[in-house]
């Protein structure tokens, strides 16, 4: 029986989080033994937003340094960059022909992001769901993880292939959402309304993957929370919640077991520990870090042979689709 396929993206747009980890990368090794996965570092969706050349390189080594810590086996998993298959952009040409303008306009994520780059808004952010789209269709994905930020856009994701087989016979899988309970959105350690982002202007809102001991300690320490120093599991306490899903994810210990263990004993005692486990959970993965990152023979191996594996999938399919709508095929 043939494996599903999973596909999932991250930008290489800044350090890395902890809610990237909780979220996403630290379940990534564990759909590896049952699952055909694709785990692609998406600078092409990076682009989206103004990017500093050489940082936008440094970053995209970054990310696969961080897949690879993480557990990513590139023996399980094709782990590639967007941009060394160009069928993604191709696929995403053909993609934007059926997709209709109204679907873009109602993006929640266009909307946010319109608000804060004003006039400078590029077609690229307007065009974005598409070119997600095609990184899910290309490799005929039967599931995709996704935060429920994300989940809009696998709808959008899901019509356009729908659509497509409709217009032109069965082609596309119809991918279904992959999304985790507790950690599919670890937030804001400032404010827990929003997610935990690395672009987020306060420093203070995010742990970096790469953090040191003292600025998680620190970090941890001047989290929101509340006036109550009454340890509960509530609504009314957003910025506590957020904290113990975050101890939660990392000790799979249950909430409840959490709030129990920290009765009467105040946020100091409770933040303490919690600093200390996220310290302990992100060391084994910054020392892997830092040993793939003194060795770039080896990214651009990986990277080079990620990319190989990628496009046999991904041609396959463009050129399913290129007969389909009528192209003629290059001799």
């Given at each position: 029986?043939?494996?599903?396929?999973?596909?999932?993206?991250?930008?290489?747009?800044?350090?890395?989080?902890?809610?990237?980890?909780?979220?996403?990368?630290?379940?990534?090794?564990?759909?590896?033994?049952?699952?055909?996965?694709?785990?692609?570092?998406?600078?092409?969706?990076?682009?989206?937003?103004?990017?500093?050349?050489?940082?936008?390189?440094?970053?995209?080594?970054?990310?696969?340094?961080?897949?690879?810590?993480?557990?990513?086996?590139?023996?399980?998993?094709?782990?590639?960059?967007?941009?060394?298959?160009?069928?993604?952009?191709?696929?995403?040409?053909?993609?934007?022909?059926?997709?209709?303008?109204?679907?873009?306009?109602?993006?929640?994520?266009?909307?946010?992001?319109?608000?804060?780059?004003?006039?400078?808004?590029?077609?690229?952010?307007?065009?974005?769901?598409?070119?997600?789209?095609?990184?899910?269709?290309?490799?005929?994905?039967?599931?995709?993880?996704?935060?429920?930020?994300?989940?809009?856009?696998?709808?959008?994701?899901r019509d356009i292939a729908v659509r497509f087989n409709?217009?032109?016979?069965?082609?596309?899988?119809?991918p279904e959402p992959f999304i985790g309970d507790l950690?599919?959105?670890?937030?804001?350690?400032?404010?827990?309304?929003?997610?935990?982002?690395?672009?987020?202007?306060?420093?203070?809102?995010?742990?970096?993957?790469?953090?040191?001991?003292?600025?998680?300690?620190?970090?941890?320490?001047?989290?929101?929370?509340?006036?109550?120093?009454?340890?509960?599991?509530?609504?009314?306490?957003?910025?506590?919640?957020?904290?113990?899903?975050?101890?939660?994810?990392?000790?799979?210990?249950?909430?409840?077991?959490?709030?129990?263990?920290?009765?009467?004993?105040?946020?100091?005692?409770?933040?303490?520990?919690?600093?200390?486990?996220?310290?302990?959970?992100?060391?084994?993965?910054?020392?892997?870090?830092?040993?793939?990152?003194?060795?770039?023979?080896y990214l651009e191996d990986i990277y080079s042979l990620?990319?190989?594996?990628?496009?046999?999938?991904?041609?396959?399919?463009?050129?399913?689709?290129?007969?389909?709508?009528?192209?003629?095929?290059?001799?």
């Open positions: 029986m043939d494996k599903k396929t999973v596909l999932s993206g991250i930008q290489p747009s800044g350090s890395l989080t902890l809610g990237n980890y909780i979220g996403a990368l630290k379940n990534f090794p564990k759909l590896q033994d049952d699952y055909d996965c694709y785990y692609c570092i998406v600078d092409l969706h990076a682009i989206t937003v103004p990017q500093e050349p050489k940082l936008l390189r440094k970053n995209t080594l970054e990310v696969l340094a961080l897949y690879l810590a993480c557990g990513i086996d590139p023996d399980k998993s094709t782990i590639f960059i967007q941009s060394h298959v160009h069928e993604h952009a191709e696929l995403a040409w053909v993609l934007n022909t059926i997709t209709y303008m109204g679907q873009l306009n109602r993006m929640t994520q266009y909307k946010d992001k319109s608000k804060k780059y004003n006039e400078s808004i590029n077609a690229g952010l307007f065009t974005y769901p598409v070119l997600m789209a095609a990184d899910i269709l290309l490799y005929q994905a039967d599931l995709v993880p996704v935060g429920e930020d994300q989940r809009q856009h696998l709808e959008l994701a409709n217009k032109y016979s069965e082609t596309f899988n119809v950690g599919s959105k670890i937030m804001s350690l400032q404010d827990p309304t929003v997610k935990m982002s690395k672009s987020d202007q306060d420093e203070n809102a995010f742990i970096s993957l790469l953090d040191d001991k003292d600025t998680i300690r620190r970090k941890i320490k001047r989290a929101v929370t509340d006036s109550e120093n009454n340890i509960a599991y509530n609504d009314s306490q957003l910025g506590l919640k957020n904290l113990i899903n975050i101890y939660s994810c990392l000790t799979d210990k249950k909430v409840d077991e959490i709030v129990g263990m920290y009765q009467n004993r105040g946020y100091g005692k409770f933040k303490e520990d919690l600093a200390e486990i996220v310290i302990e959970s992100l060391l084994p993965i910054q020392k892997k870090y830092n040993e793939y990152m003194s060795d770039k023979t990620g990319a190989s594996k990628a496009e046999r999938k991904a041609s396959k399919t463009l050129k399913k689709v290129y007969k389909k709508i009528g192209f003629v095929a290059k001799k």
